[in-house]
């Protein structure tokens, strides 16, 4: 217990946060601890999803926030993920063996992407990453092993001590596991003496190198670990859907992901978080205006945009 | 300031997860100002999930428009078993994150029965959403051939199957007379299904497919795919995905000089392929449901569509008219709301007739028999074969 | 059927697919050189200007008819309505942001923003309709042996043609277009010699805009339909036709999307590639172009601080 509140302290210091916010925080904490008890299907449903994406957003705020790089081809990442599970499970693999798999294969993916582009400006990397995710996507529907356009479908649910998860609870909770994973080795990460790297590197490259830190090699780095959330969060994608499909990890998803990054504010972690729940949250609130909603969430996003264009949470510089 | 600013964007984003919450428990689509989560209550709430934003939404709107008059005409008539019929419209926006999101939501908006289902891909994560609560499911348009395979037992398919569809096709291949087939298809898991369902059999008849070609959707230019073909010399090009991109397919042919046959899947059976391919389409073949206009059954039905919603029925309304109504006939044989009779009263379905003509299901809850016709654009028409 | 015909039909093809690429990646370059924004929202531009144009000729159809008169008013039409709505964008959208030198990175999401706006505005004012442009152009032209070229292709290929001669001249040799390039190159510089920045950004946008929209209008009357997600697939090409030429480069943008349409026509032609792999061919060659070229074919070197 007495672990449990330092561990809080700590978050509170990282966070930057006064102690009534702390309270706050802990009374956050409980809530969404508790939420199931008290929530329908479909709030679960809503409020899994945006543990999902907070995952996601947490792993390319290391590549976007931390380490200042452009990726447009997130969704290549979460796809590998998906599919390594997906595909060793069908060949009879139990679940938590194929997450090992995932996250290897999703990390030879990052090396693959950052290899031999990471030289290359930022804009050109915008459209390499794009390319790569374009590719992963078309591969992925073209191959047999993947299932084709139709994708994979009939995944099975994964079992923890004998108990099947197959309900949405069971996910929400996995989800909220995976966040708070991914939240202290975000933290952690930051921290670092790479978060330091990666954050001189972002703030000034030359003067990095300078002082004796390989920038590639840095932001190497950096692609390989975000590309682990990405094969993380796509592999338990997988059981939780039951299918995936191509369709999934479309450009359109890298650009959601990316965004909640930026909107959030780039580098915080709360950032990130804040920026998930809004991607999520906003279109299913306005589900009832129909047509409507995803036009209101364009003129939004540029609203937000104007008047905070560092992001809803964004990084204070010392 | 920006600590403030913090804590009130903290607050907005508490208030908006609550707003999630209010949503999901009490209000509802403002087009069922009355629906309410109470089963016990006057209503029968029958969820449609549908795309209604995305590029299929044009899709979405007409199956729900066609529901919606079955919908009208069984109130009209009394209801069922005393109660009146009240749909709530979930969203599925064609993609399989949004179409469980959307599946969710219609569950604890206490729908008893789902009538929809447009997208394979989108549909086929939701069937297993709605088996846990024991809702049935008519399926009125996706049909690929991985939703028979994934049932879990709630589900019954009212649009012929990619294999009825696949038999349908190779009938009229023989009949042209073909030997080299191409086939062309959209990457997405319907067109993709049928396309690769066709090639099997066709080669499996000891003919030759000389090309499985993929487009993408929304791309305009396919010039270069009409020059492969040509130079591959086949006898018919199958397209086996939407209109949109069918009618350009087609005008592109015809105007690379294209001489051989062109057949085109369900999903481009819709009026707007004539107005699209315009004088190209002449002579092309139509694999189709049974389109309202062609139906004599279905005549009364296509006008009244035109004259409520200013334009002509797609090729899925009936399809989405008669699965309304087959609901409503099963919870009226079933005599109650309740989820398993339901699932079985639409098992023991016979010789219900709709526009489409009589449905009776096979073991796999699919159409015992296919109800696929074949019509040809004549005249700048369709016109059945 | 020879290969000889063949290729020759291919390269035909490549070139029209290459120019409708070239006219939106000019956009795409023009916008990136100036204040160096990946302007994610040009693909709707092409879209609404496809809108625009079927609008213009409905109503001018019959005063002017649907022959090519029609439709060159048409053209112009939403050239200047466009033009103006990629200022207005620019304005309403990119300049407040630009005036807090704000992260390039928040600029792109403004992009993504504006897409997504543009995007779901014309579904939701179309209802998500299909639109047919009806101008009755038929398939006559001329056969070199059995290769097939139109006359409506010759035509625009002729006006993309004008088009860009147009711009290069603009660019080139007038004074706004010299402000253009000098703002390029130093934009606090470019303030002190007294140029309205701003209102040349916004000049900027309006000439790519106007092209953008040439080319959906363009392509409405080509292909014969249009729809509201029309500007995402070729958005993206442009975007990438403009990078493999040099992204900031006026001929590299003109260069860069021939090449990648003829790229293209080679993929689905060629035996193991074929058309579910042509984007992959394509990407796959823009990456290791890349690799290879850092700036693409015509992209000057600069030395870049994040």
Redesign the interface.
């Known amino acids: 217990m007495g672990n449990s509140v330092g561990l809080m302290d700590r978050f509170r210091k990282i966070l930057g946060l006064r102690k009534t916010q702390g309270i706050l925080l802990a009374v956050l904490s409980l809530l969404v601890i508790l939420l199931p008890l008290v929530a329908n299907n479909y709030i679960e449903e809503v409020a899994t999803n945006t543990l999902f994406y907070i995952v996601l957003a947490l792993g390319l705020n290391i590549v976007v926030g931390y380490a200042g790089l452009v990726d447009l081809g997130y969704a290549a990442f979460f796809a590998v993920g998906a599919y390594t599970t997906g595909i060793f499970m069908k060949f009879g693999l139990n679940f938590w063996l194929t997450i090992p798999i995932a996250i290897l294969f999703s990390v030879i993916a990052g090396i693959i992407i950052g290899g031999p582009t990471l030289r290359l400006r930022s804009d050109y990397l915008a459209i390499v990453t794009l390319g790569f995710g374009e590719i992963t996507r078309i591969t992925a529907r073209n191959l047999k092993i993947t299932g084709g356009a139709s994708g994979l479908v009939g995944i099975q649910r994964p079992s923890i001590f004998g108990h099947i998860l197959n309900q949405i609870t069971d996910f929400y909770y996995l989800f909220l596991v995976l966040v708070v994973l991914a939240i202290i080795i975000a933290i952690r990460l930051h921290n670092s003496r790479l978060g330091r790297a990666w954050q001189y590197i972002r703030e000034d490259e030359d003067a990095a190198e300078a002082m004796g830190i390989d920038p590639v090699k840095t932001k190497l780095y950096a692609y390989m670990i975000g590309a682990s959330f990405g094969g993380i969060a796509g592999a338990f994608f997988a059981v939780k859907m039951t299918a995936i499909s191509p369709e999934t990890f479309a450009f359109t998803q890298s650009a959601l992901i990316l965004l909640a990054v930026i909107l959030g504010g780039m580098g915080k972690i709360p950032g990130a978080i804040l920026g998930a729940a809004f991607l999520v949250l906003f279109p299913e609130i306005f589900r009832g205006i129909g047509q409507m909603r995803m036009l209101l969430f364009g003129i939004l996003l540029v609203i937000i945009m104007i008047f905070r264009p560092q992001g809803l949470w964004p990084e204070r510089k010392g | 300031m920006s600590k403030k600013f913090r804590s009130m964007v903290a607050v907005t984003i508490l208030a908006l997860a609550l707003g999630v919450t209010g949503c999901g428990t009490q209000s509802s689509e403002p087009t069922t100002p009355s629906a309410t989560p109470a089963a016990g209550g006057g209503e029968i709430i029958i969820g449609l999930p549908l795309p209604m934003t995305g590029s299929e939404a044009t899709y979405g709107k007409d199956m729900e428009n066609a529901i919606k008059m079955a919908v009208d005409e069984i109130n009209g008539k009394g209801g069922v078993n005393g109660k009146n019929i009240v749909t709530v419209t979930g969203d599925d926006a064609c993609d399989p994150q949004q179409a469980t999101a959307a599946a969710n939501k219609l569950v604890s908006q206490g729908v008893v029965a789902i009538v929809g289902g447009y997208c394979s891909g989108a549909t086929i994560p939701t069937l297993t959403v709605y088996n846990e609560k024991n809702i049935p499911f008519v399926i009125t348009a996706a049909n690929s051939s991985k939703i028979a395979a994934q049932n879990p037992g709630n589900t019954f398919e009212i649009n012929g199957t990619a294999v009825h569809q696949t038999q349908k096709a190779i009938e009229l291949f023989k009949k042209l007379g073909a030997k080299n087939v191409a086939i062309v298809e959209q990457g997405d898991a319907y067109s993709s299904d049928l396309a690769k369902q066709t090639e099997d059999s066709w080669k499996a008849a000891g003919n030759t497919v000389v090309s499985h070609d993929v487009t993408n959707k929304g791309e305009q230019d396919f010039s270069s795919l009409v020059t492969s073909l040509k130079s591959k010399n086949a006898d018919v090009v199958f397209w086996t995905a939407y209109y949109a991109d069918g009618a350009l397919l087609i005008k592109q042919l015809r105007q690379g000089g294209y001489k051989g046959a062109i057949v085109v899947g369900d999903g481009s059976s819709d009026p707007k392929l004539i107005e699209m391919a315009g004088a190209a389409g002449e002579g092309t073949y139509v694999l189709s449901p049974p389109v309202a206009d062609y139906l004599p059954t279905a005549k009364q039905f296509a006008e009244a569509y035109k004259a409520k919603f200013n334009q002509s029925a797609g090729a899925y309304a009936p399809l989405a008219y008669d699965g309304m109504n087959l609901m409503a006939d099963a919870l009226k044989r079933a005599g109650s709301t309740d989820g398993k009779a339901t699932i079985k009263a639409l098992s023991d379905t016979k010789d219900f007739v709709g526009l489409a003509g009589k449905i009776n299901f096979a073991a796999d809850k699919t159409l015992k028999e296919s109800n696929f016709i074949v019509l040809q654009i004549t005249g700048g028409q369709f016109v059945l074969q | ?1 020879t290969v000889f015909y ?1 290729v020759i ?2 390269i035909v ?2 070139l ?2 290459g120019s ?1 690429y070239s006219l939106i990646a000019l956009g795409y370059s023009m916008v ?1 050189g100036i204040i ?1 924004l ?1 302007n994610f929202a040009h693909g709707d531009i092409y879209m609404v200007g496809a809108f625009v144009g079927y609008g213009a000729l409905g109503i001018l159809g019959s005063r002017l008819g649907i022959g090519w008169l029609g439709i060159a008013a048409a053209l112009l039409i939403s050239m200047f309505l466009v033009g103006l709505l990629g200022m207005l964008v620019h304005r ?2 990119y300049q ?2 630009i005036n ?1 030198r ?2 390039r ?6 992009a ?10 014309v ?2 004012l179309t ?4 639109k ?1 442009f ?1 101008t009755g152009l038929g ?1 006559e032209g001329i056969s070199l042996g059995l290769v ?1 070229i ?1 006359y409506t292709q010759i035509i625009m290929v002729v006006a993309t043609g004008i088009l860009m001669l147009t711009l290069y001249w603009f660019i080139n040799r007038t004074l706004y277009g010299k402000a253009m390039r000098a703002i390029a190159l130093d934009q606090d510089a470019c303030r002190l010699m007294g140029i309205n920045v701003t209102k040349t950004i916004g000049l900027t946008f309006f000439v790519g805009s106007a092209l953008a929209a040439a080319a959906g209008v363009m ?1 409405g009357v080509y ?3 249009i ?4 500007g ?3 958005g ?1 090409k442009a ?2 036709a403009a ?1 493999i030429g040099g ?1 900031g480069s006026i001929p590299g943008a003109m260069i860069g999307g021939l090449i990648l349409g003829l790229l ?2 080679a993929g ?2 060629l035996p193991f590639i ?4 042509k ?2 061919f394509s ?2 060659i ?2 290791l172009l ?2 290879f070229k ?3 074919i015509l992209g000057k070197s600069e030395i ?3």
């Open positions: 059927m063949i039909q291919q093809n490549g029209i697919l409708f990136y160096k990946l309403l959208a407040p942001l807090k704000a992260p990175m928040s600029l792109l999401i403004t993504v923003g504006v897409s997504f706006t543009l995007f779901n505005g579904m939701v209802n998500g309709e299909y047919t009806n398939y097939n139109t392509a292909y014969g339909s729809q509201f997600y029309m995402f697939v070729i993206l975007f990438t990078v992204i293209e026509t689905t032609q074929g058309s579910a792999w984007d992959v990407f796959g823009l990456i890349l690799v850092p700036t693409g870049e601080r994040m």
